[in-house]
């Protein structure tokens, strides 16, 4: 089934206030073809970065969130609050939430709960450590990582999947085209087996690690991979827009 691809960019704890303006400015401006385009800066600048998109096909993501809807939860950031500013999509899983900030899987669930219940586009990241990888484990890991995701899910536009072996992030070592599809193919035959055969040919399964408008062209041509979630190539305008316009 034809699913449109949907780049997103994840720039973690980087820029000032001023790069995030003039990147997402740079970005909504040279944002054409077919694919869904988003980008998800640090929570202080979200205000000021889905101001500066305003007008354009660009959405406006968020890194995290807190599952609650509110209350003393010093420091925590909730779903409405995020709608608020203009976000529609939100990550949760990503792996340096769950190896450097230490979230536990039962955390990273009811924050993909939250996403969902809002009626927001959530973003689950899965992928294996290295280790894994090396003891066959790299199915298990994201089977239990899909496993953290409500039984039912209404509406598949909804639910991105993005993976990203640990291994291959920030480390300039991609998945190779095939070890990408394999792992692709198998989360969309988990997301079958859960939600039915339609529900998964409908969820973009995105690939995230290391992916740069060099090596883009071939991981987005496999046949289940449907977008991207980009690191470091998503901080400056030339290489992002490289690779959403990659994207067929
Ligand atoms: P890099 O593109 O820097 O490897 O980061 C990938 C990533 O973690 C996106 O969420």
Same mark, same amino acid.
């Given at each position: 089934?034809?699913?449109?691809?949907?780049?997103?960019? =994840?720039? +973690?704890? =980087?820029?000032?206030?001023?790069?995030? *303006?003039?990147?997402?400015? !740079?970005?909504?401006?040279?944002?054409?073809?077919?694919?869904?385009?988003?980008?998800?800066? @640090?929570?202080?600048?979200?205000?000021?970065?889905?101001?500066?998109?305003?007008?354009?096909?660009?959405?406006?993501? !968020?890194?995290?969130? #807190?599952?609650?809807?509110?209350? !003393?939860?010093?420091?925590?950031?909730?779903?409405?609050?995020?709608?608020?500013?203009?976000?529609?999509? *939100?990550?949760?899983?990503?792996?340096?939430?769950?190896? *450097?900030?230490?979230?536990?899987?039962?955390? *990273?669930?009811?924050? !993909?709960?939250?996403?969902?219940?809002?009626?927001?586009?959530?973003?689950?990241?899965?992928?294996?450590?290295?280790?894994?990888?090396?003891?066959?484990?790299?199915?298990?890991?994201?089977?239990?990582?899909?496993?953290?995701? @409500?039984?039912?899910?209404?509406? @598949?536009?909804?639910?991105?999947?993005?993976y990203e072996p640990v291994w291959a992030i920030g480390t300039g070592r991609t998945a190779t085209d095939a070890q990408a599809q394999e792992v692709h193919a198998y989360i969309r035959g988990a997301l079958a087996k859960k939600y039915g055969k339609d529900f998964a040919d409908a969820v973009r399964?995105? #690939?995230?690690?290391?992916?740069?408008?060099?090596?883009?062209?071939?991981?987005?041509?496999?046949?289940?991979?449907?977008?991207?979630?980009?690191?470091?190539?998503?901080? +400056?305008?030339?290489?992002?827009?490289?690779?959403? =316009?990659?994207?067929?």
């Amino acid at each position: 089934m034809a699913r449109t691809p949907f780049i997103a960019g =994840n720039w +973690k704890m =980087n820029t000032t206030k001023a790069e995030a *303006v003039a990147l997402a400015t !740079a970005i909504a401006a040279g944002t054409k073809g077919p694919a869904e385009v988003g980008i998800a800066p @640090p929570f202080v600048y979200l205000d000021a970065v889905s101001a500066a998109v305003k007008g354009s096909a660009v959405k406006v993501g !968020a890194q995290d969130v #807190y599952f609650e809807k509110s209350g !003393a939860f010093t420091g925590e950031i909730s779903v409405a609050m995020l709608k608020d500013v203009g976000v529609s999509f *939100v990550l949760t899983g990503h792996s340096e939430r769950r190896h *450097v900030l230490m979230e536990k899987p039962e955390l *990273v669930g009811k924050k !993909a709960a939250a996403v969902l219940d809002a009626g927001l586009i959530l973003v689950h990241c899965v992928g294996e450590k290295l280790e894994e990888r090396d003891n066959g484990t790299t199915f298990a890991v994201c089977q239990a990582q899909l496993d953290e995701l @409500p039984a039912t899910i209404a509406d @598949p536009a909804k639910l991105v999947i993005a993976y990203e072996p640990v291994w291959a992030i920030g480390t300039g070592r991609t998945a190779t085209d095939a070890q990408a599809q394999e792992v692709h193919a198998y989360i969309r035959g988990a997301l079958a087996k859960k939600y039915g055969k339609d529900f998964a040919d409908a969820v973009r399964i995105q #690939y995230g690690g290391s992916m740069k408008p060099d090596n883009a062209a071939g991981l987005l041509g496999q046949t289940d991979v449907d977008g991207g979630l980009i690191g470091g190539a998503a901080l +400056k305008a030339e290489s992002f827009l490289g690779i959403v =316009n990659a994207a067929k």
